[in-house]
């Protein structure tokens, strides 16, 4: 539109806004909205009795609008010379008491305490990019002397940081009451040329003796309830929140985009904790899809939040498709919220996601809400505590979408990751009551369920346990051999505990910062350390160290699998520090001549996967490596000894059946055979 301004210094400009009433001519320019959009904050607060500045009126028919309903009292200034002289030519006859003044806004020659109500749109936004906002603070300090006790400076604005920052410090200040009313655009509204950001008008009320805390709220929409905030700087992350989301809105409402996955959390209006997670996932171009399979909403059963289909791109993506709708939000409920059922979960959706509808799709349209089984899943909280390294965690029981029931442990930090994970079963004690009926959606109390040490949930501790059949485990030669592992990383302690239990004659170290993740995985995930599952206590690269410079400390096997707390690397495991050159070789020192090094790797960085892979590969003479499926995670086994590339991987297939064969419970305390297909994890390797 070649009518807005260049450049925002422009606004504050008598020579720009000369330039853009000759150029607009007899068109009124309603600038942030007209009447209709804005009556019903105006009302609210301006009384047709009102005497009313108002500053900057430019050539729009708001003020001849508010006087055709009654107000009679207004006084219109502007710096224009222009648009003074045609506003009162064009309201000469039909409006004769509506007067037009070319006045400076910074200096106005009316008396202290004239006016009840200083009317402003747009103004403030255009003079506060000048001097610094020096001309914009002029203006207002001049509404502040012209209006009475208990007068309302209404300003229509758009709230761009600097601008409402600005306006908000200034009148808090002065000990003046502030509120700011967010108009959305109606649903169906949005056209390509209008505003992204919303329109906000705030209103400031002056007081006879300053307040001595500050009042600020925020309401949506003409008469939302105030929501109050305690600092200024609450105030202004609200407005940015929903400038946010208006953008975002206004983006989906007019294009579409397969491409991206856009989120954004709902929270609840009195509380504003967070109570879903919605996101936008757009059908690719070409699909073929039914006219009528516009739009739908996937709820996502609780508990299964971070599984693959619901928490990353392409399974979203692969939802979508399978859905078969031109565009489907999947929307996730949170933790430490009540959920009743599935129907008022759609009541409460069903206003809020129609905003992120297709473009075009009709506003009085049905829209189908999707899901699994019907119901909404089912989550239990066990325990909830802090870690000194982590942050604060939880322990939760779910039930997977097999039906079976799981633990979980997450730090909060990113809920969207489970650190650990185990399978229940019911716990002895539970045998030997009367079985009852079980139905899908029954909750299972905590009391009477044990984690099941022989199932391993994550497919890459699968893999690590796989990758011990290079060490031909199982053979003759290698019966009643000892296996000795170095684990790196405790996590609930299902890995080294499978270890432990299943793998014949296995002692394994396991080496944990963080104290409370001890506790925590003895406490709820099973973990019980004896004489052949030990741990220590600290940081695993000074526990590696130390071994390597002592000597005589000699593993069969080395894991790494520990996660990074930085998340601005592009690996979220290991730590890059793990990973060096360095250590490597002190890990390579530290394998019997047998030895295996096992890794953990989940890089998304490919420039920096390899760079990993090209050291790993300059310390390990035979490296092989297994991606996991719906997954980033992917296994390294690191070989200490110089395998020929042309037999290795046939040879593992007759070693996958040793080593399974080997797989058995310990004789003193019977439990479940393990739940591991050794030929199914290994079959997918790759030689580096």
Not at 22 to 30: D, L, S, Y
Not at 111 to 131: I, N, P, R, V, Y
Not at 446 to 464: I, P, T
Request: charged share 25%.
């Amino acid at each position: 539109m070649s009518l807005l301004p260049r450049t925002a210094e422009e606004f504050s400009s008598a020579e720009y806004w000369e330039r853009f009433f000759k150029k607009r001519g007899e068109r009124a320019f309603e600038w942030y909205g007209d009447y209709n959009k804005l009556c019903g904050v105006l009302h609210k607060y301006i009384k047709v009795q009102d005497k009313v500045l108002v500053v900057g009126c430019g050539n729009s028919e708001l003020s001849e609008q508010l006087y055709d309903v009654g107000y009679k009292h207004l006084t219109n200034i502007d710096i224009s010379e222009t648009v003074v002289a045609h506003m009162n030519q064009r309201n000469a006859e039909r409006r004769p008491d509506l007067t037009f003044h070319q006045v400076d806004a910074t200096q106005t020659p009316y008396e202290d305490a004239s006016f009840q109500a200083a009317l402003d749109k747009g103004t403030l936004d255009a003079m506060a990019s000048e001097e610094e906002g020096a001309l914009a603070r002029r203006m207002i300090t001049e509404v502040g002397r012209v209006l009475k006790v208990g007068g309302r400076y209404v300003c229509v604005t758009l709230a761009q940081e600097a601008v409402i920052k600005l306006a908000v410090e200034h009148f808090v200040h002065m000990g003046w009451a502030v509120r700011l009313h967010c108009l959305q655009e109606e649903r169906g509204k949005e056209e390509e040329d209008t505003f992204a950001l919303p329109v906000f008008v705030l209103i400031c009320t002056k007081f006879r003796q300053p307040m001595p805390t500050p009042i600020l709220e925020m309401c949506v929409g003409d008469d939302g309830a105030p929501v109050r905030h305690t600092q200024v700087c609450e105030l202004l992350s609200a407005v940015r929140e929903y400038q946010a989301y208006s953008v975002l809105r206004k983006r989906l409402r007019t294009s579409t985009d397969p491409g991206s996955s856009l989120s954004l959390t709902l929270c609840n209006a009195k509380t504003g904790l967070p109570r879903y997670t919605v996101t936008v996932q757009d059908c690719p171009p070409g699909a073929k899809v039914p006219r009528s399979n516009q739009f739908a909403i996937f709820i996502v059963p609780r508990g299964s939040e971070t599984a693959w289909l619901y928490s990353s791109t392409e399974g979203r993506r692969q939802l979508a498709a399978s859905a078969n709708f031109r565009r489907l939000v999947i929307a996730s409920m949170h933790r430490n919220q009540e959920y009743t059922d599935m129907q008022a979960v759609q009541s409460e959706l069903s206003p809020v996601v129609m905003d992120l509808a297709p473009p075009g799709m009709p506003t009085n349209q049905q829209v189908p809400f999707l899901s699994v089984g019907g119901d909404l899943g089912w989550r239990e909280e066990v325990s909830r505590g802090v870690s000194p390294f982590s942050g604060e965690y939880c322990v939760e029981n779910v039930r997977g979408e097999d039906g079976e029931l799981y633990r979980r442990l997450v730090f909060l930090s990113n809920i969207s990751l489970v650190q650990s994970e185990s399978r229940l079963v019911p716990s002895k004690s539970s045998h030997k009551k009367k079985n009852k009926k079980k139905t899908k959606a029954a909750v299972t109390p905590s009391a009477s369920v044990s984690v099941d040490s022989g199932f391993l949930c994550c497919a890459h501790h699968e893999v690590m346990v796989a990758g011990l059949s290079m060490l031909g485990l199982g053979t003759p030669q290698n019966k009643d051999v000892p296996v000795s592992v170095l684990l790196v990383g405790l996590g609930g302690g299902g890995l080294p505990q499978f270890l432990r239990d299943f793998v014949p004659d296995a002692a394994v170290e396991v080496v944990e910062l963080d104290p409370v993740v001890l506790e925590v995985a003895k406490e709820w995930f099973g973990f019980r350390p004896d004489d052949r599952l030990t741990v220590t206590l600290g940081d695993g690269l000074e526990r590696i160290c130390f071994l390597e410079k002592e000597g005589g400390h000699f593993f069969d096997v080395v894991m790494f699998d520990v996660d990074n707390k930085d998340s601005s690397v592009g690996m979220s495991c290991p730590p890059a520090a793990f990973v060096e050159t360095a250590v490597l070789q002190k890990v390579f020192n530290l394998l019997t001549p047998r030895g295996l090094f096992i890794l953990n790797l989940v890089c998304r960085d490919p420039v920096l996967r390899k760079d990993v892979l090209e050291r790993v590969k300059s310390v390990f003479p035979t490296v092989l490596s297994r991606k996991i499926a719906e997954e980033i995670n992917e296994v390294l086994l690191c070989s200490r000894e110089e395998k020929n590339a042309a037999h290795i991987l046939p040879s593992l297939s007759q070693a996958a059946k040793n080593f399974q064969s080997t797989l058995s419970c310990d004789r003193t305390e019977p439990k479940p055979r393990p739940l591991i297909d050794i030929a199914e994890m290994i079959k997918d390797l790759k030689l580096e």
